[in-house]
């Protein structure tokens, strides 16, 4: 049993049909409920919930103020190599497009590190491309043993792994995992996924639980809003952390909600996830899942994501390059379009000035493992 099974059956449920059915007092009563279900959440996501905002923010906003405080936890992602083996039809980094490619060497991911953790930050992801060949779990290994020097919390955005490389990974310093499902919708992710393992639906979707079952401390998921319907996507990325939130309650479980943004290509994206619709999608998750971890990125722009960090979010970005190598060199070819440039310090401003508690660590490994 997997959420693999979880999500044939939904699969099922008459979404176009169902979002119609939905009213203002199905929406109250969700709001009503301290412990909300599956038809809660169906009912939170409905375009009937769109005129009910407000009040969902209000109730958003104290959830998250009991779990969470007055904290956002900062980090910045590390792109380490773009090499890439999949055709996706949306990423820049997908092996249709030709530029130079480039991957570091261990001395450049330690001039790359110690550039970062001069800005304060000590929460570090590391992403590569995906490529078994180019980026190998034993260089992702040599690179989180780099970083170890200089940050308190590493996490992985990688190609799926099993769940004995990913304890392999664990033991050499890792504490989260990233991983996005891209698009739940089945027949949608094979139109997308032309070639590579990408292709392989269930061995991505499976996945993030592998990293539950190998000890990471904490688990991010999410659908690429815009890949197909965003209110059935949000579904069933919520109902995926709910999944995992409960078999592994031991790990966080935490949901990030990106919207496309363009860079190489010309993938026109099939769902509009307007403002609106992500503000929706945002307290959706806070209300169904009051324990999880919610992440911005600098996808959103500035002025939106100063507003939606009052909503339920939790972690964001800062300073962020989504180019290998973009912190000490000329970077090469940036992933997406960010939209959001601000610097650390300047993030960590906003914050304060918002009254809210920039969080630059949280996370220390006691027991030194034999490796780092």
Aim: proline share 5%; glycine share 6%; with cysteine.
């Amino acid at each position: 049993m997997s959420f693999f099974e979880s999500l044939t059956n939904l699969e099922r449920i008459p979404f176009k049909e169902l979002w119609k059915k939905y009213t203002k007092d199905d929406v109250m009563r969700a709001l009503a409920k301290e412990k909300l279900d599956k038809e809660d959440l169906l009912a939170l996501l409905s375009p009937a919930a769109g005129h009910h905002l407000e009040e969902m923010a209000q109730k958003a906003q104290r959830i998250t103020r009991s779990h969470f405080g007055y904290a956002v936890q900062l980090f910045t992602p590390m792109y380490v190599a773009d090499y890439c083996v999949n055709h996706c039809t949306y990423c820049s980094f997908s092996a249709i497009h030709d530029f130079p490619r480039k991957k570091l060497s261990l001395e450049e991911v330690e001039a790359e590190a110690a550039a970062i953790a001069s800005s304060g930050l000590r929460h570090i992801l590391l992403l590569t491309g995906e490529s078994r060949k180019d980026s190998p779990v034993g260089y992702v290994k040599d690179c989180v043993k780099v970083l170890g020097k200089y940050f308190s919390s590493i996490s992985i955005e990688v190609n799926p792994l099993s769940m004995e490389e990913y304890k392999e990974l664990a033991d050499a310093g890792v504490d989260g995992l990233t991983l996005f499902q891209e698009v739940y919708h089945q027949e949608t992710y094979r139109k997308l996924h032309v070639k590579g393992p990408k292709r392989n639906f269930r061995a991505r979707l499976d996945a993030p639980e592998r990293g539950c079952q190998a000890g990471f401390r904490s688990v991010n998921i999410g659908a690429l809003l815009g890949l197909y319907d965003w209110r059935q996507e949000a579904f069933m990325t919520a109902m995926h952390a709910s999944y995992l939130q409960d078999r592994y309650p031991g790990c966080e479980i935490s949901l990030s909600p990106p919207r496309f943004r363009p860079y190489l290509g010309s993938f026109n994206p099939e769902s509009d996830v307007t403002d609106r619709a992500l503000v929706q999608i945002i307290l959706a998750y806070r209300l169904f899942l009051p324990r999880s971890g919610i992440t911005l990125s600098t996808r959103e722009p500035a002025e939106l994501r100063d507003r939606l960090v009052h909503l339920g979010v939790t972690k964001m970005s800062a300073g962020v390059s989504t180019e290998v190598g973009g912190h000490t060199s000329d970077g090469g070819t940036p992933q997406f379009e960010i939209s959001d440039s601000r610097s650390v310090p300047e993030i960590r401003d906003m914050l304060y000035g918002s009254g809210l508690q920039p969080v630059f660590k949280d996370w220390d490994i006691l027991a030194e493992s034999s490796v780092r």
